[in-house]
């Protein structure tokens, strides 16, 4: 056990920490959309609510899920929002693509649907437009659909469908991956497509916030550069972070446990230089303007669900998108968690890619069963953080990792109740006996994710073998609070009372 001492700088905050951050993903892709939250009110061998998987709605309300982005990823630049709406049976059943996956798609999951399951699970919407195969009216029209007090057209067929009230969502993309997937443009012309789009939305719905597609650095200063006269009209730009380089999604040996562990931590750097680039065209433009960075896909993705990229292992095929997800991922999504919070002036949004049996997913399904991966756990470690003040965290002292950096690490927030501190174990190896800096007084709760192995994971036969238990955390005299955290573990530490003040 190697000693570790941190200081939690209750005197310098960082910034709220917007729920905003702790958005997921549901993509019409693989079993995420289908058969993962949706599986239509006509299956009788499990238990819903209205279509939606009652196991998986429960899981996700607890969790919380404070944001939802849907219909897609690839899948967004082919939706056409009417074929979702009216009749169940009167909708028509499209080819459904997504990342190379074709499938017949009936559309019984649409938009009255998924705002119902919003509202049900507590998540704001999200929607992704369609720019790739669709065009600024069309996008116009599911605003207006959905956000309309009027009566027209649209407004009235919306009341027909069941909802009197506008839906009021307030966020949009426009178009996704449009590098890629959602049409091959180039910065430049993307950029001038956006201007058109964007226009003509602020048009039907001055109040929504529009999130453009961005890239890599090049691609980002180039849209930047091109829609420097019109930065009104963008108010977050959306980047992609996903993890590639870890090896097996179980079988990885200690080199990649770092590899992967390293990647995550580099998410936080990609936030930076986005928004430094954000900072730099609107200084150019002289319109100050706050644009946040959305990174609204980031996570994990294992060799063997995708038939691209790095990593010697056998690869699922057809692909399906679907993973294991180790205790090793916990402690990745907990690293970007922790740069999030250090990031939260800049980063406005983010949405781990996906919900539920997709990549990195929280909730797996299989039939009637349902568990929850060790990251829907790392993430209900983080959520006393939502909405509270983040605070800056130095490391005094820690072993080091093979790279360098220190072992241990930690993010801390403040809020009206309590001081929240989640600290990060990551060696592979030793465990640390932490001491933290920071007041004293009050009741101080502990609860711990760990396990014997990095590659630990939860089963249907053990859906508890990876799962949050009491930590004890020690008065460590007038100096603050002690704990010991095991080898490859993430812990979050609840301070009520006097020492939150
Ligand atoms: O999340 C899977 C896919 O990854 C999405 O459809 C796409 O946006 C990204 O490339």
Not at 63 to 71: A, E, G, I
Not at 110 to 128: S, V
Not at 158 to 166: D, I, K, S, Y
Not at 260 to 289: C, D, G, K, V, W
């Amino acid at each position: 056990m190697s000693d570790a001492v941190l200081t939690i700088r209750t005197d310098a905050p960082l910034g709220h920490i917007s729920p905003r951050l702790y958005g997921h993903f549901a993509e019409h892709l693989g079993r995420c959309c289908y058969d993962g939250l949706w599986v239509g009110p006509g299956r009788s061998d499990i238990e819903q609510q209205n279509g939606f998987r009652s196991d998986v709605l429960r899981a996700l309300r607890a969790l919380p899920v404070p944001l939802l982005r849907w219909p897609g990823g690839c899948y967004a630049d082919h939706y056409h929002w009417r074929d979702g709406i009216g009749p169940a049976d009167q909708r028509p059943i499209r080819l459904g693509m997504s990342c190379g996956l074709q499938v017949e798609d009936d559309n019984s999951l649409g938009t009255h649907e998924f705002l119902w399951f919003c509202r049900a699970i507590g998540a704001e919407p999200y929607l992704a437009g369609n720019v790739g195969s669709g065009s600024p009216q069309e996008l116009c029209d599911w605003v207006e659909y959905c956000n309309t007090p009027l009566g027209t057209t649209l407004g009235r067929l919306r009341v027909a469908n069941g909802a009197p009230e506008p839906f009021g969502v307030r966020l949009w993309g426009v178009g996704n991956e449009n590098w890629g997937c959602g049409g091959n443009y180039d910065a430049q012309s993307y950029a001038l497509e956006y201007r058109r789009y964007a226009t003509m939305l602020r048009h039907v719905d001055a109040q929504i916030e529009l999130v453009a597609c961005g890239y890599d650095d090049r691609w980002n200063a180039i849209f930047m550069e091109t829609l420097a006269n019109h930065l009104e009209l963008m108010d977050h730009l959306s980047i992609h972070h996903y993890w590639t380089h870890g090896g097996p999604e179980l079988s990885f040996n200690e080199e990649q446990y770092y590899a992967l562990l390293a990647e995550a931590q580099e998410t936080e750097r990609f936030i930076q230089r986005t928004a430094e680039i954000i900072q730099a065209a609107s200084r150019a433009a002289q319109r100050p303007r706050r644009i946040g960075v959305a990174l609204d896909e980031w996570g994990v993705w294992h060799p063997e669900a995708r038939d691209w990229g790095p990593g010697d292992v056998p690869r699922r095929t057809p692909p399906t998108y679907e993973q294991a997800n180790t205790l090793r991922d916990a402690l990745a999504a907990a690293i970007a968690l922790e740069g999030f919070h250090r990031q939260c002036q800049v980063l406005t949004l983010a949405n781990l890619a996906q919900i539920v049996n997709v990549l990195q997913a929280v909730v797996m399904t299989d039939g009637p069963r349902m568990w929850l991966t060790p990251t829907y756990h790392a993430f209900r470690l983080h959520a006393p953080h939502m909405g509270a003040t983040a605070l800056q965290v130095a490391v005094e002292h820690s072993l080091s990792l093979p790279d360098g950096s220190p072992a241990v690490s930690a993010t801390a927030s403040r809020s009206a109740e309590r001081l929240t501190i989640t600290l990060i174990n990551r060696h592979y190896r030793h465990g640390a006996s932490v001491r933290l800096h920071c007041p004293v007084g009050g009741e101080a709760t502990g609860q711990l994710l760990s396990a014997d192995d990095p590659r630990a994971t939860n089963t249907p036969e053990q859906p508890e073998a990876v799962a949050p238990r009491a930590l004890e955390v020690h008065a460590d005299g007038a100096q603050g609070w002690r704990v010991e955290l095991p080898p490859h573990s993430l812990a979050t530490l609840q301070i009520h009372g006097a020492a939150a003040r």
